[in-house]
């Protein structure tokens, strides 16, 4: 660019000065031919240099526009790419706000319908209230029915034959299955004979007798506990062995087990087996909520409600393999049953309880397969150490946790039937699934039996 501003500003030098020239000069003087070739000489130099100059700059210019239009391409590349990017954010940031506006939505008729289902979740709590009450009206309706058209079809002889072929025929399924067990343990006797013979005719029944006898023992500890069943004296030892030496009428008895003093108990001979009765609940006219010592020694009347006591249950179960039947009988006088094989501890375990449940017509409310022991208002064993059982339950039982099935609660009476807010506190059977059992009365009964397990 200077290149070129010298050779313009010479150039017009030259013309300036001849310019000049040819005003003072009056008469103007030819010039020579070769004055004129310099001149011409002298401004091809010039135009010559100053084309070389301009040649120069466009190259070097075309270099520094070839490197802008190159960082021009890349500037607008990386602003394309910039800007696709900003679109794609742009349209995810919509799909963003389409789905979260779908989510509220979808929130708010959620939200919506679950107050819908607990209105109507509430409006049928209602109805069943409703339903359950009519259907007991009508429960009782139909047993009053029936009960009047038994009463007025049915005579009296009819109704004495039917209740007598009823008990004969539990007496003839008692005595088959009393013949069942004689021949089952004439069987296991014929066996121990047969052995003690082959031992007996062995040279080597001198040195292995002592070891025979122990060995016995340890192959035959039922045989020994059956065996306790009657003692030498000939005193009743349960229901059973009076049952067996003919007695057939229900009532009051005194046995004496193995190792005890002998006390009355209530049997129950009419049905299809003799159950020696240990508690009984029908009216609340005895008070179950006592101390530790009366539940050990017993309490209560047994023509009425009772509780045979700790102690003499034991000393009864202590004697061989027993079956614990429980009945209980609800407000609306549906009557249901279940039966367990028993175990139970001595005092020196406070009396606690093994329960299998082998039948029965209502779901188990008793922990299974597990140790739980006896509790009272002044001796707690429930697992809740913090809360004594039997101070919010009111009588002595065997707890696991509080608030469980108690058959010893306080007996409530009750006009309105069914409420579970008036009599949850009283005497109630209470499955893990399911609704609780309201009762009016219950029957605990045991009954030995040789079987050691059931199917």
């Not at 010479?10 to 020579?32: N, Q, Y």
């Not at 109805?127 to 009047?148: F, G, P, Y």
């Not at 349960?238 to 003093?261: H, M």
């Not at 429930?382 to 608030?403: A, F, P």
Request: glycine content about 6%; aromatic content about 10%; charged content about 30%.
């Amino acid at each position: 660019m200077k290149i070129i501003l010298v050779l313009v500003f010479m150039i017009s030098l030259v013309i300036s000065g001849r310019l000049d020239s040819h005003l003072e000069s009056a008469t103007p003087e030819p010039k020579s031919r070769f004055a004129m070739s310099d001149d011409v000489h002298l401004l091809a130099t010039g135009l010559l240099q100053l084309g070389r100059g301009l040649q120069d700059f466009v190259i070097k210019t075309k270099t520094q526009m070839d490197d802008i239009f190159q960082r021009l391409n890349i500037f607008d590349r990386s602003f394309s790419e910039i800007l696709q990017q900003t679109n794609e954010m742009k349209e995810e940031e919509q799909q963003l706000k389409k789905a979260t506006t779908r989510l509220q939505a979808t929130e708010e008729e959620m939200r919506n319908a679950s107050l819908q289902l607990n209105s109507k979740i509430d409006f049928l709590s209602i109805e069943k209230i409703q339903l359950n009450n009519k259907v007991w009206k009508l429960e009782e309706k139909i047993t009053e029915l029936v009960q009047t058209q038994l009463d007025i079809h049915e005579p009296r002889e009819i109704a004495s034959l039917k209740s007598f072929v009823e008990q004969q025929d539990g007496h003839l399924k008692h005595l088959l299955k009393i013949v069942q067990l004689q021949h089952a343990q004439l069987t296991k006797q014929q066996g121990q004979i047969q052995d003690l013979e082959e031992k007996i005719n062995s040279p080597n029944f001198q040195e292995d007798s002592q070891l025979f006898s122990v060995k016995e023992d340890d192959r035959h500890p039922k045989l020994k506990k059956t065996a306790k069943n009657s003692n030498s004296r000939g005193n009743a030892t349960d229901c059973t062995w009076i049952y067996n030496s003919g007695e057939r009428s229900n009532g009051i008895y005194s046995i004496k087990p193995n190792g005890s003093k002998a006390f009355n108990v209530y049997c129950e001979m009419e049905g299809e087996n003799p159950w020696t009765i240990i508690q009984k609940r029908s009216d609340g006219s005895v008070d179950f909520n006592q101390t530790w010592e009366s539940y050990i020694d017993g309490f209560g009347n047994l023509d009425g409600e009772f509780w045979l006591g700790l102690q003499k249950i034991y000393s009864i179960v202590d004697q061989a393999n027993y079956i614990l039947r429980i009945e209980l009988e609800d407000w609306r006088a549906n009557k249901r049953y279940i039966e367990y094989t028993f175990k139970m501890g001595g005092p020196d375990r406070d009396y606690a309880l093994f329960l299998s449940r082998i039948t029965g017509n209502i779901p188990n409310a008793l922990p299974e397969q597990k140790e739980i022991k006896f509790s009272t208002k002044d001796h707690s064993n429930s697992t809740e150490r913090k809360l004594n059982c039997t101070e919010s339950d009111s009588g002595g039982w065997w707890y696991n946790v509080c608030e469980e099935t108690n058959l010893n609660g306080r007996y409530i009476r009750s006009s309105s039937k069914g409420k579970l807010e008036r009599k949850k506190r009283g005497l109630y059977w209470k499955p893990q699934k399911g609704k609780p059992y309201l009762l009016k009365s219950t029957k605990l009964m045991i009954y030995p039996t040789d079987f050691e397990t059931f199917d």
